[in-house]
């Protein structure tokens, strides 16, 4: 079974950064995309960042040109860079990992961001 762990969430103050990691157990096969989630309190799961196989990216509206998804293929692993934060991207940030056949979750990272 694979699991994604998650790490480099914490707390900021508004204008500073963090850089989320997202590591793989093991070697996932047939990957089609990875990305980021995040779900505030009392809002619905939403994406905030994808990477396709062939290097597409998309994004959330109200975090374009401040955060960055990146992958590093050799080590399975999924970045979020996370500059000019906002009390609003306070939340639980999840790592997915989508092939032809399943969806893996992490277990969540907290952000919390102070005015």
């Known amino acids: 079974q694979v699991q994604l762990v998650e790490s480099g969430g914490g707390s900021v103050q508004a204008g500073g950064s963090l850089r989320l990691s997202c590591a793989a157990s093991?070697?996932?096969?047939?990957?089609?995309?990875m990305g980021w989630y995040r779900q505030a309190q009392g809002k619905q799961r939403e994406l905030v960042a994808g990477?396709?196989?062939?290097?597409?990216?998309n994004y959330a509206d109200s975090v374009k040109g401040r955060f960055t998804v990146s992958r590093e293929n050799t080590k399975n692993t999924v970045y979020l860079q996370m500059n000019s934060l906002r009390p609003e991207d306070t939340a639980v940030y999840y790592c997915?990992?989508?092939?032809?056949?399943?969806?893996?979750w992490g277990q969540g990272t907290q952000v919390t961001v102070s005015a």
């Open positions: 093991r070697l996932i096969f047939s990957i089609d995309s």
């Open positions: 997915n990992v989508c092939t032809a056949f399943t969806s893996y």
């Open positions: 990477l396709t196989r062939g290097g597409q990216t």
